[in-house]
């Protein structure tokens, strides 16, 4: 749920305006000309700065028209990693879920503007893409390199109802190496949201969704001596409800997890089981913001999670369930289509039930804000913090802040470049040496041959470095073309 939507405020003065201009034009105008003629029609709406791009196979989920930093980062309701938002356009190849704190931006590169299939009361989205790619991965002395072919699938399913309004979303990507070595990478992802318009106050959603990929090999939770990593399936179940009380918004959601973790397949021919990782996460979110105007709302908000692992003990003793608490405050900003955003301050605590690991703390700091400088250039920066934790020995994890922008710039009318760049700390609160930064970079460029078919070409650089071992450096380069209906 997207807590604090200005709706009710601006409905309601809309309303006024409009009121005021029919009647005026009764005044001055023919008989023969209606003022209901001057207003715009029932869900019409206008967008700034949005383009025609697709991506490769793989593409991210549709995007928030909301402008959130999300909720305060628990286990529960999030996404599986903490990957900067730009991962979805500067690696198009290696796609990967958001941010942890769910940032979104308003820059709708994906859109599709095909006309969909109609289904009943249903309209359903289609896109099929195929891709080449190469990819080149170096750590240390070691190199692989690897050619392979991405096939991705994805459709939106959107109701067409006078109230309610149910999305299905789903996507995946397949990849086959063509020549080399190196380990594919596949992603599922499905979602269902059911947003209730109980009253013009108040709105309840509804959601379920399912998410599986195999986990990055420069994740510092992977196994080092795997040639395949684990594959980690995300079931989740929400809901929860936001009111407006006049110049106050409320909002509160409760979030579940299910996290199963497969087996990792070992150089020497065995696998190795990774059951100890399994949990269970839940947390419960509550929000207050205060509408100073329109335009400027600061809020508020609490949590309190608890995390719960299939066993008590892991495999090499430690209780690894543990509760988590946080706190912050933010203000949410919307001064027109130009500029708008929002940033917030907090302090998050994950505290394990082994006093063996210490206590995950830290402050935290998120937020958005969204530039159109000029119309076909939209314009995005983030900043992010999340809590990772860990499966090592006595290290209780991190935590990890990311700084990310992002660019579209319309060429011309069919013609769409992108430039992305992200930087994120991992610090390890137990003193340890297994500090590490990474480094993001890509462009790309879409090019609509028409409302059905679209050329795409990317390019990416990821650099990582740790306070122990060897630097990663990961080069990617794809051209693929993008079928939507």
């Not at 939507?5 to 601006?10: A, C, E, F, G, I």
């Not at 309303?15 to 029919?22: E, G, V």
């Not at 979030?255 to 190795?272: H, I, K, S």
Request: glycine share 10%; with cysteine; proline share 3%.
């Amino acid at each position: 749920m997207t807590p604090f939507t200005p709706r009710t405020k601006r409905t309601s003065l809309a309303r006024q305006a409009a009121a005021w201009l029919m009647a005026g034009c009764a005044l001055v105008l023919p008989d023969s000309v209606s003022a209901q003629a001057l207003l715009p029609a029932s869900g019409e709406a206008t967008a700034t700065g949005t383009s025609n791009a697709v991506t490769l196979p793989g593409a991210a989920p549709a995007q928030d028209a909301a402008i959130t930093t999300g909720s305060i980062s628990t286990d529960a309701g999030e996404p599986l990693l903490n990957d900067p938002m730009v991962d979805e356009d500067m690696a198009r190849t290696n796609l990967r879920e958001n941010t942890v704190d769910g940032l979104r931006s308003q820059l709708d590169i994906d859109r599709n503007d095909a006309q969909g299939i109609r289904l009943g009361s249903f309209t359903l989205k289609p896109t099929l893409g195929q891709s080449y790619n190469f990819e080149s991965n170096k750590t240390g002395n070691s190199k692989e390199n690897r050619s392979y072919l991405e096939t991705g699938l994805k459709g939106t399913l959107t109701s067409d109802w006078s109230r309610h309004q149910l999305t299905v979303t789903g996507e995946g990507t397949w990849q086959r190496n063509v020549s080399g070595t190196g380990e594919t990478e596949p992603t599922a992802d499905v979602e269902a949201a059911l947003r209730l318009d109980l009253s013009e106050q108040t709105t309840a959603t509804l959601k379920a969704g399912y998410h599986f990929e195999r986990e990055d090999s420069t994740d510092p939770n992977a196994i080092s001596n795997a040639s395949v990593q684990s594959g980690i399936d995300q079931y989740t179940l929400g809901a929860g409800i936001e009111r407006d009380f006049g110049i106050l918004r409320g909002s509160a959601k409760i979030d579940f997890d299910r996290y199963v973790y497969g087996d990792a397949e070992l150089d020497n021919g065995g696998t190795l089981s990774m059951k100890d990782r399994n949990r269970n996460a839940g947390a419960l979110t509550v929000r207050v913001g205060y509408e100073l105007s329109p335009a400027l709302i600061p809020f508020i908000e609490a949590s309190a999670g608890k995390s719960i692992y299939d066993l008590r003990r892991d495999t090499l003793g430690f209780e690894r369930s543990y509760d988590s608490y946080g706190a912050r405050a933010g203000i949410e900003a919307d001064l027109g289509e130009k500029l708008n955003g929002e940033i917030a301050l907090g302090y998050q605590t994950y505290r394990f039930d082994d006093n063996r690991l210490d206590e995950l703390k830290g402050f935290t700091i998120d937020g958005l804000i969204n530039w159109s400088p000029q119309r076909g250039t939209d314009i995005a920066y983030g900043i992010s913090t999340g809590i990772e934790p860990s499966t090592t020995a006595g290290e209780s994890g991190a935590m990890v802040y990311t700084l990310s922008s992002r660019a579209t710039h319309e060429l011309r009318t069919a013609l769409v470049a992108r430039l992305s760049n992200s930087l994120t700390f991992r610090n390890f609160q137990s003193g340890s040496s297994d500090d590490e930064k990474v480094w993001l970079t890509g462009a790309g460029l879409t090019w609509d041959l028409n409302r059905y078919l679209a050329l795409t070409g990317d390019v990416s650089y990821e650099h990582t470095t740790r306070d122990s071992g060897p630097a990663t450096n990961i080069a990617r380069v794809g051209v693929g073309l993008t079928l939507r209906r």
